[in-house]
């Protein structure tokens, strides 16, 4: 039987969250709220009903699973009080502004018996699961360097994304998605955070930033964002002890060059403007392959399906607390570091 879904902010994401639910094979939408008359009179349009406030959603014991969509500044309030009215929560990323924020959520999903996670999508995107495919796969061998990059040239949404005091910028918009990506791609522990923030657009808040990860395992990781690039650098760019890997932008396939053979017989010399060179030399067919790697299935709405399992007990949370907390704490490191200038010792 289906889950009943109420969904708490009827925003873009909100919307996005309201639409799947309503043509999914394991939940239905109950209903959705929002502060905003306007977006309720538009759900009502649309025939999905209005609940009158958030007491009414948390006395409604037929509301299965709880879905908050909305700004980053108010989900700690909402989810506790929606856990402690004994419902099953999902909040959308950043699930929090701090660590001790996110402790209080967990600390109330603890003390109500009741499944608490956060809707992590982009574990769904296909160049994450591209990039992740080969690094497991060994082919090319060990990572070295993993590259990953989002560039727009729009600036911030003119909307709460731009304010500070309700959680805007990039680090905490886009910043906490491909941190998490990265993540699950490079285990081990973090021993340095090294973060730069930019202010083209707004100095309110960070509209692009630059984040280096040094893994305690030597792999580096360059996180970066930005809204001011009007010529986009390639999306992920993985650097490994035998090969590269390299995808240019979500639509495209991963291009994967693995090295046979480290010497070449013969070195022709390359000429450049201003010279010659053989350290920038092409490599030939006889010591590298050169070939696209098939683009992995993926459909986002496994979350939902896990999380229905997840309920019923048959499964794990795809999206793990402890997982969110790490994202959280190397969010918090990167804004340490950008304010004073520094690099940062960390164990996380």
């Not at 349009?45 to 699973?65: F, H, M, P, Q, T």
């Not at 967990?106 to 499944?115: C, D, H, P």
């Not at 639509?251 to 060179?277: F, H, M, S």
């Amino acid at each position: 039987m289906k889950k009943n879904v109420v969904v708490i902010g009827y925003g873009g994401q909100g919307g996005w969250h309201a639409d799947h639910a309503l043509k999914s094979d394991v939940v239905t939408l109950r209903g959705v709220y929002d502060i905003k008359e306007e977006r309720n009179e538009l759900a009502r349009s649309r025939g999905i009903k209005v609940y009158a406030s958030l007491d009414e959603i948390c006395a409604d014991k037929d509301a299965e699973i709880c879905v908050v969509a909305t700004p980053n500044d108010v989900h700690e309030d909402i989810v506790v009080r929606l856990l402690k009215s004994g419902h099953n929560v999902v909040c959308e990323k950043p699930v929090a502004l701090s660590v001790d924020s996110f402790d209080k959520m967990t600390a109330a999903a603890r003390e109500s018996g009741k499944l608490f996670t956060v809707h992590q999508n982009r574990r769904w995107d296909v160049d994450f699961l591209a990039i992740k495919e080969i690094v497991d796969s060994g082919k090319i061998g060990a990572p070295i360097n993993i590259e990953s990059r989002i560039h727009g040239s729009r600036g911030i949404p003119s909307d709460w994304r731009c304010h500070k005091r309700y959680g805007g910028g990039m680090i905490l918009d886009w910043g906490v998605h491909l941190i998490d990506q990265i993540l699950q791609i490079i285990p081990g522990k973090i021993e340095r955070v090294y973060c730069e923030t930019t202010h083209i657009t707004t100095d309110e808040v960070d509209d692009g930033f630059k984040l280096l990860l040094t893994f305690e395992n030597g792999v580096r990781s360059l996180v970066e964002v930005g809204t001011y690039n009007f010529l986009a650098l390639p999306r992920f760019y993985l650097q490994a002890k035998k090969g590269t890997a390299l995808i240019t932008d979500w639509r495209q396939n991963a291009r994967v060059a693995y090295c046979k053979a480290w010497n070449e017989a013969d070195v022709l010399p390359v000429q450049t403007a201003a010279g010659i060179t053989k350290t920038m030399a092409p490599r030939d067919s006889i010591t590298l392959d050169e070939y696209d790697w098939t683009r992995p299935a993926s459909d986002v709405h496994d979350f939902y399906r896990n999380l229905v399992a997840a309920i019923d007990g048959k499964a794990e949370p795809i999206v793990k607390l402890p997982e969110v907390r790490r994202v959280l704490r190397v969010m918090e490191e990167a804004f340490n570091s950008a304010a004073s200038g520094n690099a940062i010792s960390v164990s996380i």
